[in-house]
C-alpha cells in the first residue's frame, strides 16, 4: 500500500494562477481532509469529505473548492492564487468510523 | 471557541525525559492524539488516549490526561536525538468528523 500520495511536493505560483494539489489514497478510506499548515497555527481544517460525492468545508475554506468523484482521490483546487495561500498542504484520510488520521508526505506551495 | 494550545519550543539535552503540554477548551473531547512531524515530512501519529482514561503507556511515551484542567501531556523518557521534531496535539470531538491542532511544539534535543 503506497498510503497517502500528494503531488506536486512543491510548487510555485503567481498571483491570479490556478492549479489542483492531487491527493490519492488506496486504503479505501471513506474519509479524507485537506489541511494548510502555517507556522505557529498547527494544522487548519480546509475542506473534507466522508464519502464519495459529499464534501463539506472546514474552517478556513475561502479560495479553495474540492471534488470527491471516487473514494480514492480528493482534489484541492485553488482557482486564483494568492500570496495568503502560501502554505504547506496535507491531505489526510481515514476508515469511517476510525479516529485515526493518515496524512500525506505534504505539499509545499509558494504564491508570488 | 475550539482552542488546542502548545508552548512552541522545548530544549532537552539527550537522555533526559521531555514533557509537551497541550490545554484544549472543549469538555466534549472525546480523543486526544499526539502527532509528531520531522523535517519535511507529514504528520505521524504517536499515541492517542480515549478521554475516559488518564493515562496509557507505550514503550517510552507517557501520556496523561487531566480532564479536570482539560491538560493533556506527552513525557518521553530517555529523549533520542531522533526524538527531535515538531509535536502537535489534537482533539476530536464527539459528534464530529474534524480534529483540531493545537500549533505545534518544536523538540530539539542536544546532545
Known amino acids: 500500500n503506497a498510503g497517502v500520495t500528494q503531488t506536486p511536493k512543491f510548487q510555485v505560483l503567481k498571483t491570479g494562477q490556478s492549479m489542483t494539489l492531487q491527493c490519492a489514497q488506496d486504503?479505501?478510506?471513506?474519509?479524507m481532509s485537506w489541511y494548510r499548515q502555517d507556522p505557529g497555527m498547527g494544522l487548519r481544517l480546509i475542506h473534507y469529505s466522508v464519502g464519495a460525492g459529499i464534501t463539506d468545508q472546514g474552517e478556513v475554506p475561502n479560495g479553495y473548492n474540492v471534488s470527491r468523484s471516487t473514494t480514492e482521490d480528493f482534489p484541492l483546487r485553488l482557482l486564483s492564487a494568492a500570496p495568503s495561500q502560501t502554505s504547506v498542504y496535507f491531505c489526510?484520510?481515514?476508515?469511517?468510523?476510525?479516529?485515526?488520521?493518515?496524512f500525506g508526505a505534504g505539499s509545499r506551495l509558494t504564491v508570488l | 471557541g475550539e482552542d488546542v494550545e502548545q508552548s512552541l519550543f522545548l530544549s532537552v539535552r539527550e537522555g533526559d525525559s521531555s514533557v509537551i503540554n497541550c490545554t484544549y477548551t472543549d469538555s466534549s473531547s472525546t480523543y486526544l492524539y499526539w502527532y509528531k512531524q520531522e523535517p519535511g515530512a507529514g504528520l505521524q501519529l504517536l499515541t492517542y488516549?480515549?478521554?475516559?482514561?488518564d493515562m496509557k503507556q507505550d514503550q517510552r511515551l507517557t501520556v496523561l490526561l487531566n480532564k479536570k484542567d482539560k491538560h493533556l501531556s506527552l513525557r518521553i523518557a530517555d529523549t533520542q536525538t531522533g526524538d527531535s521534531a515538531i509535536y502537535f496535539c489534537?482533539?476530536?470531538?464527539?459528534?464530529?468528523?474534524?480534529?483540531?491542532f493545537g500549533g505545534g511544539t518544536r523538540v530539539l534535543v542536544k546532545p
Open positions: 488516549i480515549f478521554s475516559n482514561m
Open positions: 486504503m479505501n478510506h471513506e474519509y
Open positions: 489534537a482533539d476530536v470531538k464527539a459528534a464530529g468528523n474534524k480534529l483540531t
Open positions: 489526510a484520510s481515514r476508515r469511517g468510523g476510525a479516529n485515526v488520521l493518515t
